[in-house]
């Protein structure tokens, strides 16, 4: 045996994040069932809306991490940037997809339908498609810096979606409810959800962090391995 | 209320399928990334010594005994 087998370890605080993320899903999922109450009218089916809601918030967050990235990309060109767009438009996308399909099926027995042409869910599907759109611009455009370079506009450009993802509800009649937690009045719902929707909160953004710092790190090799093979093969 | 509640199960289902399923391809990924990268870092440098950077870790297992030289 002449070589030494390296297995590629995680530092101390990754690991720890990772277990409170274990810990706090498994909190939220027991408060979801066991003490949160069931809602009068949409009885247990309404109990999605723990995972449907901070889905869709994290969704933004990545569009709005999407952003900054981009603007740092194209005023800095330093590659870290792009990455971590690129990061976060994977996490995005896992996040979207579960609120379309949480939201479909949700609806199906209170609407009666898996789908319609909400403006809401409209919407949320085009940002879907941003995301679709995102990976296809990077796929097909061979150079790298290039392929960066528009990437980070329709970056910029896709996150106009969000915004009139959330206003949605207010600017066309739409069968998809208004906002119950953040409005002007405050939430219009008891402090028990209130409690349980913190702390799914609390699990997703911690779950999201753990999903991000691994996909950086695999967009990070990615890059690390096509400039290795680049110096050998030149 | 019966059927409310697999709608329910159905959604919790389908989320952690998804979440686990992507953690789980991310990791994968790392390991293959990794194992290709350490294997083109040899071929670049072959008499070099592999380099760990703080968070590596050596599985001892694996390392070479004074048998077998």
Redesign the interface.
Known sequence: ???????????TWERALGWLSVGLVALS?GMVFLYAPSDRV????Q??FY?HLP?AWLAYLSFFIIFLCSVAYLVRRQPRWDRLARSAAVVGF?FT??VL??GS??G??IWGTWWTWDARLTTTLILWFIYLAYFMLRAWVRDTERAARYAAVLGIVGFVDVPIIHMSVRWWRTLHPEPIVVRAEGPAMPESMLLTLAITLVAFIV?YL??LI??Y??ER??D??AE??L??SG | ?Q???I??F???F??WL??GG??LS??R???A??E???A?????NPTSI?R?S??????AS????PE?G
């Open positions: 045996m002449t070589l030494t087998t390296v297995r590629r370890g995680r530092a999922i949409q009885g247990a089916v109990r999605l995972l889905a896992v997809t579960i399909l949480t099926i949700w199906r027995p779950l753990v999903l691994e996909a790190r695999v090799m990615k690390e391995l290795l093979r110096q050998l | 209320m059927d409310s509640m709608y329910l159905v959604g919790f389908v989320t998804i979440i992507y953690l991310l990791r990924q790392v390991d990334v990794g290709e990268l350490e083109l870092r040899r071929e670049r592999v760990l703080p968070t590596d870790t050596i599985d694996r390392l070479a005994t077998e």
